[in-house]
């Protein structure tokens, strides 16, 4: 078996090192290194060559979304299991159709974290059996016509949505984002106007509804 190289992103070192010791258990033939922040992760990545990159979205220095095709300007055929605490029924697919090749909740089981990281370094694309339901049972259509708004946002858009939810004031997303308060005050705007609400209290009673609408549905 040829030895596989694992970057693992994680600002968290008692997560790394629990996620290390799993990868390593079950995978016999793997170095698995370790970065705490992005500009950490680009300088590992210039440095040596990886199979696969295990990230973490919230992590100093991160941008969301656009840290997949930045990763891909380094290494262009690197694989990327986003590895991450938000809602995977909302997020899991924008991250898939921005270029990822998996997405993992941190709330996951030692087996599931097995399955996608194998899955997703045999060149395949890996998502809880959840998301997958999304994927197989519905298109875009009739996901629109049971009510799913957050679809028609763009990644931009539902990384400030995620920003607002947590109980960040715009003058705070600017800053992480290092982007202008008006031009958050604008994706703001956008947001209301696609799922209808005129406050972010109005805003996290919609999310809550699609997430147990859309929950009730694949259980059906």
């Given amino acids: 078996m040829n ?16 996620v290390k010791l799993l990868i390593e258990d079950f995978m016999s033939s793997v170095v698995v ?8 992760t680009l300088k590992m990545l210039h440095n040596r060559h990886f199979d696969l990159v ?11 979304f656009n840290m997949i095709p930045r990763i891909r300007s380094v290494q262009e055929k690197v694989k990327i299991l986003i590895f991450s605490s938000q809602e995977e029924e909302l997020y899991a697919l924008h991250y898939v159709k921005a270029g990822a090749n998996g997405f993992l909740p941190k709330d996951t089981s030692n087996e599931e974290l097995e399955r996608a990281v194998t899955t997703v370094l045999s060149g395949g694309t890996y998502v809880t059996s959840l998301v997958r339901q999304q994927l197989d049972n519905n298109t875009l259509q009739e996901r629109e016509s049971r009510e799913s708004p957050l679809e028609i946002l763009s990644n931009r858009e539902l990384e400030i ?5 947590t109980g960040k004031w715009t003058k705070d997303i600017a800053i992480d984002l290092n982007i202008k308060e008006s031009t958050v005050s604008t994706y703001k705007a956008r947001i209301f106007e696609k799922l209808e609400v005129t406050n972010v209290l109005e ?11 859309n929950t009730s549905f694949l259980r059906s």
Avoid: C, Q, W
Avoid at 203 to 213: G, R
């Fill in 203 to 213: 805003l996290f009673k919609k999310v809550e509804i699609y997430k147990k609408h």
């Fill in 54 to 64: 295990i990230l973490d979205i919230r992590i100093p220095g991160g941008d969301a």
């Fill in 33 to 40: 290194s370790e970065a705490g922040t992005f500009n950490e």
């Fill in 3 to 18: 030895l596989k190289a694992i970057l693992l992103v994680e600002d968290h070192s008692i997560v790394r090192m629990g």
């Fill in 161 to 165: 949505m995620d920003m607002l939810l």
